[in-house]
T-cell receptor
C-alpha cells in the first residue's frame, strides 16, 4: 500500500514568515494529494489539493507543489498568521478512493 | 456544501458496553464513507471503508466483529464499538465522498472514553 512520510513533525515560525511542509509518497499510481488542517479537537478541513496532472496550485497564501518524478509534494504557507497555527496533514490516494495520511506537522506561528 | 455531521460528539461508557456512532452527509449523497481513529497527537488511521448497500471493507488489524459498520443509505453510516474496553478510547472520525470525486469531507469526530 501507499506510505506517506511528512516532515517536519513540528514547525515554529514568526508571524509573517513562510512555512513549508514536505511529504513523500511511495506508490507511483497515486494521483491525488490533499492537505488538511486540523485544529485541536476539531475535524480535519481540506485546505488545498492537487492532482498529478499539474505541478503547482495556489490559493491566496497557500500553495502546493508536486514533483511526480521524485514522488514528493510540499505545502507552502506565506505571510503566516496566528490563526494558521494547527496540525497539518498531507495525504495521497490509494485504490478504492482511500487516503493514506502523513504523520502530521504541528505549526506554531509566534506573534 | 459537503457538510458531514457525527453524533454523538462525545460519549463516556463503562467497559463491556456497546456504543453506536452515526455519520451523516447532510447536503449530498455519499457513495462511500470512511471511518478513522485518531489517538492523541497522532495521525488519522483508516479503520474501514463503508459502501452503501454492501459490506464494509476493514483495514488490516481492525476487528470487524468488534467495530460493526452499517451503511444503510447514501447519507448515513454507523459505527458500533462492541464490548468497549479502555484501549478503545479514542477520537473516531468519519468522512464522506461524493460519487466520482476524490475529496473526502470529514465529520466533527466523536470522542469516546471507556471507563
Amino acid at each position: 500500500g501507499e506510505n506517506v512520510e511528512q516532515h517536519p513533525s513540528t514547525l515554529s515560525v514568526q508571524e509573517g514568515d513562510s512555512a513549508v511542509i514536505k511529504c513523500t509518497y511511495s506508490d507511483s499510481a497515486s494521483n491525488y494529494f490533499p492537505w488538511y488542517k486540523q485544529e485541536l479537537g476539531k475535524r480535519p478541513q481540506l485546505i488545498i489539493d492537487i492532482r498529478s496532472n499539474v505541478g503547482e496550485k495556489k490559493d491566496q497564501r497557500i500553495a502546493v507543489t508536486l514533483n511526480k518524478t521524485a514522488k514528493h509534494f510540499s505545502l507552502h504557507i506565506t505571510e503566516t498568521q496566528p490563526e494558521d497555527s494547527a496540525v497539518y496533514f498531507c495525504a495521497a490516494n490509494e485504490n478504492d478512493y482511500k487516503l493514506s495520511f502523513g504523520a502530521g506537522t504541528t505549526v506554531t506561528v509566534r506573534a | 456544501g459537503a457538510v458531514v455531521s457525527q453524533h454523538p460528539s462525545w460519549v463516556i461508557c463503562k467497559s463491556g458496553t456497546s456504543v453506536k456512532i452515526e455519520c451523516r452527509s447532510l447536503d449530498f449523497q455519499a457513495t462511500t464513507m470512511f471511518w478513522y481513529r485518531q489517538f492523541p497527537k497522532q495521525s488519522l488511521m483508516l479503520m474501514a471503508t463503508s459502501n452503501e448497500g454492501s459490506k464494509a471493507t476493514y483495514e488490516q488489524g481492525v476487528e470487524k466483529d468488534k467495530f460493526l459498520i452499517n451503511h444503510a443509505s447514501l447519507t448515513l453510516s454507523t459505527l458500533t464499538v462492541t464490548s468497549a474496553h479502555p484501549e478503545d478510547s479514542s477520537f473516531y472520525i468519519c468522512s464522506a465522498r461524493l460519487a466520482g470525486a476524490e475529496t473526502q469531507y470529514f465529520g466533527p469526530g466523536t470522542r469516546l472514553l471507556v471507563l
